[in-house]
């Protein structure tokens, strides 16, 4: 009964005040060099593309349907980082033929090693009531939040790489989904494309029927979608490249990490709505109200990691003439090339967004504001 005592406080104070610190330590990290690992992550991602056309090449491969990165636990578990990547058709896990390679996730899972190293040496100090198997044990246990963060980077990452001609080169089948997760376990869409034809009025209509659980994750790119009542939807993860949404009613629905590049949401209300991560990058927003939403970067409570930081939402290269982002919350927002003419920002949080240089001219700030923003 001592050594169960002497397990649970181990567990309740030790573990989690130290898993904490190297998390925190992963997030500053992660924030600051996103962009370095993101890059690092494409080149990672076009070589699998160059394999996968190689195969294409030689007839040895049909259409790509899925390309999976899978954490290993049993490489953890001897100190290596290597993801599983598996490039394969419709048939999914039962192709007969996948690619496999590897992706180096060190960078994530170095601060994994790290957290387990000073646990291990401390659990010494229990004079043998904390074993290397009670060590292994947390290590496998804890290992899904340092793997979090390869998730977000995959995120963060995708809607430029699948830019890249080595990825518009292969031959694709109608969908296509690049996934994260365990190996021959739970796993989650970073990215999508469907090119099977929808009906527009179909697809508005079910939307509106504003069903729980429905839409996260669901592909309504190159849709016409305009004019409809969105409100209250939730529609984290979802993908609307080149769809227009233009005059539609968004108010208070969920955003996180939605991916609208290229749209149309002329006049869209989608006040009061949770934007974290979302992507709008050249799309056109005139005279769109984002008044009161919620869109900052990072964590947003520290002491009580629960996730990653949120990553910067994008309005990079968007129009955004006569837009309304009242009160609203954009800490760490990327404005880059947006147009900002007679756009309204009056109570919002700006801190550490970034804006073009150019744009000064034409932005109406309060002095507070003026001085937390970055300036590019």
């Not at 001592?2 to 104070?13: A, E, N, R, S």
């Not at 246990?141 to 963060?156: I, N």
């Not at 994260?180 to 376990?185: A, L, S, T």
Request: aromatic share 12%; with cysteine; proline share 2%.
């Amino acid at each position: 009964m001592q050594t169960k005592g002497v397990l649970q406080h181990f567990y309740d104070i030790e573990v989690e005040k130290r898993r904490l610190k190297y998390l925190l330590l992963l997030e500053d990290f992660f924030q600051e060099s996103k962009d370095k690992l993101a890059d690092e992550f494409r080149k990672s991602f076009q070589k699998v593309c160059l394999e996968l056309g190689q195969q294409q090449s030689l007839h040895q491969k049909g259409p790509i349907a899925h390309i999976t990165f899978s954490m290993l636990r049993t490489e953890l578990l001897e100190g290596r980082h290597y993801y599983l990547v598996e490039g394969t058709d419709d048939e999914w896990f039962f192709d007969l033929r996948p690619l496999l390679t590897t992706y180096d996730a060190g960078w994530a899972h170095n601060f994994l090693e790290q957290y387990i190293q000073e646990l291990s040496l401390y659990s010494k100090t229990f004079m043998g009531a904390i074993t290397q198997g009670d060590i292994e044990r947390i290590k496998l246990q804890d290992a899904h939040h340092f793997h979090q963060y390869v998730l977000s980077l995959a995120r963060y990452a995708l809607p430029e790489i699948i830019r890249c001609p080595e990825y518009l080169a292969l031959e694709r089948d109608m969908t296509v989904e690049i996934r994260i997760g365990e190996f021959m376990d739970i796993n989650e869409v970073v990215y999508s494309e469907d090119f099977t034809l929808k009906d527009n009025e179909e697809i508005k209509a079910w939307l509106e029927e504003k069903l729980d659980d429905e839409y996260p994750y669901e592909v309504f790119s190159g849709l016409n979608l305009a004019n409809g009542n969105y409100s209250e939807i939730d529609i984290r993860y979802a993908f609307f490249q080149k769809t227009n949404l233009t005059n539609c009613q968004m108010r208070d629905c969920l955003l996180n990490g939605a991916n609208l590049r290229d749209s149309q949401l002329i006049g869209t209300d989608l006040s009061f709505s949770i934007i974290h991560e979302a992507d709008f990058s050249n799309c056109q927003l005139q005279g769109a109200n984002f008044q009161q939403a919620q869109g900052a970067r990072g964590l947003l409570k520290r002491q009580m990691w629960e996730m990653p930081g949120y990553l910067p939402v994008r309005f990079t290269d968007a129009n955004l003439e006569g837009a309304n982002f009242e009160l609203a919350n954009l800490r760490g927002a990327c404005f880059i090339g947006a147009n900002v003419r007679n756009t309204q920002f009056a109570g919002a949080n700006l801190e550490k967004a970034i804006f073009s240089m150019e744009s000064k001219e034409h932005l109406k700030l309060e002095p507070f504001q003026k001085a937390s923003i970055i300036w590019q």
